[in-house]
Every structure is written in C-alpha cells, then in structure tokens.
C-alpha cells in the first residue's frame, strides 16, 4: 500500500497554527493536538538541531506573505536554509512583477496623459507640438 509522504514542515505548521475551536473541550483540543504531532516527524535532536527547527518554523509561520508561506509549505526543502533560499526566490519574483506592473501602469499613464496634450493643439504637425513625432510616426507591418 502506498502511504504518501509527510511533508515536516508543513505538519508542523498545521500543529503551530492549531487553535482551540469554540465548544471544543480542553481533552479534545489537546487530542487534536496529539493527532497532529504524530505526523511532524519528531526525534531526538542536538540542542543545534533543535533550535534550528524552532527557527524555521517561526521563520515560516511568522512571514507576512502568504504567497512565500505557501510556496515554503509546498516544498520538500526541510532545513532553513533551502527554505530560505527557496523565499528568497519567490519574494524576488514577487518584487520583479510588483515593478514590472508599476511600469507598466506608469507608461500607460504618461501615454494617455500625453495624448491629453496633443489635444491641445490644431495642427498635429506643428512644431511645437510635442506629440508631431508620435502622431505622424508611420508604423511598419509586423509581417514586412
């Protein structure tokens, strides 16, 4: 039979995260806590290991970006430094598109407010119309 694998980080954060529900009684609480601790992978560590661990599960519970936290959750990485290597990956990812779509937004925002300012003038082929050279650019076909 075919028993899938437990991903530690990811048990442990369920376990972290567990809170008692409301009418739940403090056996069942410390039951369901119980239950979810099997699953963490737990074992006799050196202090070192140990507090690497507590490390990385704050580190992952504690991040700001749920999109990081997910991703970190997903992975097979267990120890802190792939998961760190692994958010970093993701939060530069995140910055990049965050800068590309403010680019984006502020290139079509000085295109519109720059056509706003072709308006203003009756000849489009003035000279001092700072649209001329946008307006009468004749644009080649893509096939030629």
Not at 91 to 106: I, N, R
């Amino acid at each position: 039979m075919f028993e899938r694998p437990v991903n530690e980080v990811h048990a442990r954060y369920r376990l972290a995260t567990r809170k008692q529900l409301a009418g739940e009684s403090l056996e069942d609480y410390v039951r369901a806590l119980k239950a979810l601790s099997a699953e963490c992978n737990f074992k006799a560590v050196t202090a070192s290991q140990y507090q690497e661990e507590l490390v990385r599960d704050a580190f992952v519970s504690g991040l700001q970006s749920h999109i990081i936290r997910q991703r970190l959750l997903e992975s097979k990485a267990c120890d802190l430094a792939s998961l760190l290597d692994v958010a970093r990956v993701v939060d530069s990812a995140q910055k990049g598109s965050e800068s590309y779509l403010l680019s984006t937004h502020a290139n079509t925002t000085a295109a519109s407010a720059g056509a706003s300012d072709c308006r203003q003038f009756d000849d489009v082929d003035s000279p001092g119309n700072p649209c001329a050279t946008i307006t009468t650019k004749k644009t080649r076909c893509f096939f030629c």
